[in-house]
């Protein structure tokens, strides 16, 4: 019981630090000057201490999708509790969403809470192994020495606080001193993560100030430009024609109809719709260029993007989805030099034919109506990524014979047996 009690307080001071430097070098970003965010005036942000807490308490046991929603349910309930309790006691706002869509009061909105999901999915699958393992690579003594100490600074950084603000102590002087200290450490700190940050856009974004002055001319319309909605909107797109190009490919090939589906709900090609949609990111400004240069550009990022993804499924689901040996010019059977061309032959044809018309398309959407469906679409594409996630990884389970024990694994074996995700995936091939 003891071990697990000062797990817990060392993922409660990790990451209420780590939480305190996201929140420093997003206000760098933002700002360009530092401005502590967090509840205490040392280096942490305990509110995400708290919620890393919650969320290995009430999600360590769940599925994947399931730690999805119960991470931006925790983290989003935490966030507006706490700002209403910060606004009654320190009578101000420390965060405010009023100009995001779906923002509630200003303390919570739909596109964090979001976000505070994959955080949640990252903490729990990743983080919280690596840092517990970190935990007991030290001797006992020491690792809870180290707990108690950070935690001796956050209990007097509190008082001292509260102290403070209640102005009822007769060695106020004295508490002002210690609060000085405290308050020199998180702004030292953080002045210098501010100037790094300023000092990394200064050098990879040299013309930074030239692009905000091109993109003053903005219209207002639904997604202009290359903003997020246009590119997530590009990429549900871009992965149902690749699922229907690579159908009919199939087809007319190999005489038969085949899934080419990335998911198991629906017709979507992932490969396709993120090589669409970065692409298009990645090569916006250099849409109008000459067509051979969009060509060469295709072959090889395209190339690039497909042997990533061939290793990427390897390792995390042990298969292969497609297999290239037997033609000439392949580099492991990951890619060849043929499909490498019909890459760059996809990218002359997207940029000059077809992202202009889906482009004018999407915005002459309503903003509100394409906010909507932008969203919509995102939750759905998320379920059913990790939804396939989990099938393929207990399908892989299966071969093993790795037997259900949890609730996850048995919806898996009911919903997607082999027979179904041989249909789905009708080229996938197992590896060692």
Partial sequence: MDNIIFEFLWLFIVYSFFGWVLETVAAA???????????????FCIIYGLTADLLLVFTAELSVFWIFVGSMVLATLTEWVGGHLIEKQYHERWWDYSDVKFNLDGYICAPVSVFWGLLGVLAIKFGNPLLLSLLHLLPVFIGRLLILTFLGVIALDIITSLIILSGRSRAQKEWQSVDDWLTGISTRFGKWICRRVDLRIRRAYPDARAKKTEED?????????????????????????????????????????????SLVWGPFSVVWGIGIAGGTALLYKYRNRSSSFLFCIGVLLGGTYEYGCSVFTEIFFGKVFWDYSDFQFNLGGRINLLYCFFWGIAAVVWFKYLYVVFARLIEKCPVRVGTVITWCLAVFMACNVLVSCMALARQDERGKNIPAVSGWQRVMDERFDDGRLARIYPKAKNTD
Avoid: H, Y
């Avoid at 997604?223 to 159908?247: M, R, W």
């Fill in 29 to 43: 970003f933002k700002k360009r000057q530092f401005a502590n965010r967090g509840l205490v005036n040392g280096p």
């Fill in 217 to 261: 001319g903005k219209t207002g319309a639904f997604a202009e430009g290359c903003s997020f909605c246009k590119i997530f909107l590009l990429f549900v797109i871009g992965a149902f024609l690749g699922d229907i190009v690579e159908t009919v490919f199939c087809r007319i090939t190999m005489g038969v109809w085949m899934s080419r589906s």
